[in-house]
Structure formats: C-alpha cells, structure tokens
C-alpha cells in the first residue's frame, strides 16, 4: 500500500522507514567521528562516492572502471582506518539495550558484578585526595565488568591489596612506576605502568595525556579511571567515552559508588 505519489515516484511507509533509519545510522556515525581525523576521512570517501555516482551517470565508463576498483579498495581500508570507531559504536550499541543490563544473560555471558569495587573506593578515594593536595599526578583505572588483562600485561604486575600508602609510593614521582596507569580488579591492585589508548577526541579542547589516557581507556572498556594532574592537582573522572573535569574526590566518591553499583 502506498501512501502518496509525487509524478513517477511511488513513495511507501516502508520507503519512508528505510530513510529515517539510514538518516539515525548516518548521524550515529557522524556523533562517533566528530572532532576526529576519521570524519575528514568519513567526509572524504563521501566526496569521492558522490562523484563516481555522477560519472557513472554521465556514463564514462573507464573512469567509473577505476573509481569501482578504488572503492572497492576504499570500503576495506575504511575499516582498517575507523575500527576504533567501530568498537565504540558497537559498544554503544551493546551499552545501551536492554539485554545487556539482563541478568540472566549476563550470567550466561559470564559478566560479574561490579559492587565488589565499593569496598575498595575509600582507599582510593583518599589516595586521590592526598595525590591532589601534593601536586603528584597519577592515572587509576578501576575495573568493572570488561576484561582488563591486555592492559595489565602492558605494565608491572603487583598483585597486592590496594592501600593508600602503597598507591601513594607508586605515582611517586621518583618511583619508576609512576609512568602510565595503575589498574585495580577485583579488590586488588594488578598492575602499575600499564600502557592504555590514547583518545583522539576534540570535544575536550587541549587536554594532556593523561587525560587523554583516561578518555581513551573510558571509550574502549567500561572501566572508571582518575586522574590527578600533576600541574594543576585538580581531580578528573573518565566514565562510559565523558571525562568530568575538576570535580572534588567527595563528588568523584559519590559518582563512582553509584556507577559501580547500578545495574
């Protein structure tokens, strides 16, 4: 059943559907590569598809030839060139059905429960507090659900019960851990030194590594991460690809407690 015609051009529900849907996909992809050197590559391919179609109905056929092969070629180095942004799309996707929040799916997907970390907050808490106050800049990732081991084979394993003191000896700045992050699972520290993704996003201005660190960390895995600058000791938090600048260690507590324990 058609619902209208405009001359030659039959226009049905589905027709509309079809539209709407690609429009959502299309804005999707756009909201995940903005700010980013993937958009003017996005935006480039878009270019170039746009002008094969008009060769092609102009009808140079050795130049449609080429410019097939081209895109051909294109659409696989695409994905070589966005498969960051594939990840956090699908991760996007996966973060935000419901099945994912299942809990019988959830243990037939082996995902444990992340309310063990609230226990260990306090201690970190106050690391942080102390951390800020001193100027001692530092990098905490603190696991939820996701696997961390990639990242805690980057660095130097520990394996020891989070403590202020000892956290505190680590982001020493003559401590030769005191470079990259310091990855806490399943009440324990694991690993310090660890090299994590670096995040190409704009939409936080001139931010430095550690940030960007804890960004990038924040967009790959659902992992909390703080940061305390060592220029400025101000606190930041890095939650789900959002970073929380400048935020007090008793706003920090009271966020990450409610992330860690939220369905």
């Known amino acids: ?30 909201f995940l590569v903005r700010g980013s050197l ?11 598809y746009l002008f094969y179609l008009i060769v092609k109905a102009i009808g140079l056929e050795l130049l449609t030839k080429i410019l097939e092969y081209f895109m051909g070629v294109g659409a696989v180095a695409l994905l070589v060139i966005f498969q960051q942004e594939i990840r956090r799309f699908l991760l996007f996707v996966g973060k935000s059905t419901a099945f994912a929040n299942n809990r019988l799916l959830g243990r037939f997907f082996n995902t444990q429960s992340a309310n063990n970390n609230v226990g260990e907050l306090k201690s970190v808490i106050e690391t942080v507090r102390t951390m800020a106050s001193e100027f001692t800049g530092g990098l905490l990732v603190i696991k939820k659900n996701d696997e961390l081991d990639k990242y805690i084979l980057t660095g130097e394993e520990i394996d020891a ?53 804890a960004l990038g960390m924040s967009e790959v895995t659902d992992a909390a991460v703080l940061v305390v600058s060592e220029e400025t000791g101000r606190i930041s938090l890095a939650l789900e690809g959002k970073l929380l600048s400048n935020i007090a260690a008793s706003e920090a507590e009271e966020r990450l407690k409610k992330y860690f324990t939220q369905s």
């Open 38 to 48: 993937a958009s003017r590559v996005f935006l480039g391919y878009l270019l170039i």
């Open 161 to 213: 019960l989070p403590s202020k003191r000892l956290l505190l000896s680590l982001f020493n700045q003559y401590s030769p851990m005191n470079d990259g992050g310091a990855i806490l699972a399943n009440g324990r520290i694991k690993a310090a030194r660890c090299i994590l993704p670096v995040s190409d996003s704009d939409d936080y201005g001139n931010i430095g590594f550690r940030h960007r660190a």
């Open 1 to 30: 059943m058609f619902l209208f015609q405009i001359g030659f051009l039959t226009v049905e529900w589905v027709d509309i559907l079809d539209v709407a849907l690609v429009a959502f996909l299309l804005y999707q992809i756009y």
